[in-house]
């Protein structure tokens, strides 16, 4: 996560690794996740400050891509005048893959995202997720990738469906408590009994859903379910 080169292209977008020496990136994360769309769909944040966003950076964000290879990235519009360089594109997300260590973590890693507001409905967030996993399939390998999200999230739903993901139902997500229930679902591929990634079989006796505006509301990770 330390290279400040290192990033991958789509035609309006650069993905790089986040820099907790950049005030900058620091500074954006904080305004990331304090939107109102962010915090109606994770809860209020404790990342409120540029110091608390940098030790975020330095301390989970730099274990994940340390443990799987992968993990939280930022993604940033092209400045048409330079297209290709990092330093003058506009920071406008972040997208992620996610997988844990703990005992009965899912064996496939999830998908997140987040944008800022103003930047909502105009595919971004779906051009930065397929350009994340066409990236990590061609280099690491990575095919199998879960989608996990709160029921009541119509919009993170309908990003997995704009990338060809299957809907497999209602899963107790236990890694995330006794109690979460998230939508899941699977890259396109992947077997659709689920148990082979550690999810349970089976969808959870019914559940009440709670309806939400079903704006363009994005989340950066499936920990959100539990908020």
């Not at 990033?7 to 904080?30: A, G, M, N, W």
């Not at 915090?39 to 030790?55: E, S």
């Not at 260590?101 to 899912?106: L, N, Q, R, V």
């Amino acid at each position: 996560m330390s290279d400040p080169t290192f990033k991958i292209e789509t035609p309006r977008l650069l993905i790089s690794y986040l820099q907790p020496d950049l005030d900058s990136h620091c500074d954006f994360l904080v305004a990331l996740y304090n939107t109102p769309e962010f915090i109606a769909n994770n809860g209020k944040t404790p990342v409120t400050t540029r110091d608390v966003a940098r030790r975020q950076l330095e301390g989970r964000f730099r274990a994940e891509h340390a443990r799987n290879g992968y993990g939280t990235y930022l993604f940033s519009l092209r400045n048409p005048a330079n297209p290709d360089d990092l330093a003058s594109a506009t920071p406008i997300g972040t997208v992620s893959l996610m997988r844990g260590d703990e005992p009965g973590s899912y064996t496939a890693p999830d998908l997140g995202f987040a944008i800022l507001s103003e930047y909502m409905r105009k595919g971004y967030t779906k051009e930065a997720a397929q350009g994340l996993m066409d990236y990590v399939e061609r280099v690491q390998g990575v095919k199998d990738i879960l989608g996990l999200h709160d029921p009541a999230n119509k919009a993170s739903g309908a990003v997995f469906r704009s990338l060809g993901f299957v809907d497999v139902g209602l899963r107790q997500l236990l890694v995330f408590g006794p109690d979460v229930v998230g939508q899941v679902w699977i890259k396109k591929g992947m077997s659709e009994d689920v148990s082979v990634y550690g999810l349970p079989k089976e969808a959870p006796a019914a559940v009440a859903v709670p309806e939400k505006n079903a704006e363009e509301v994005v989340k950066e990770s499936v920990g959100a379910v539990a908020a």
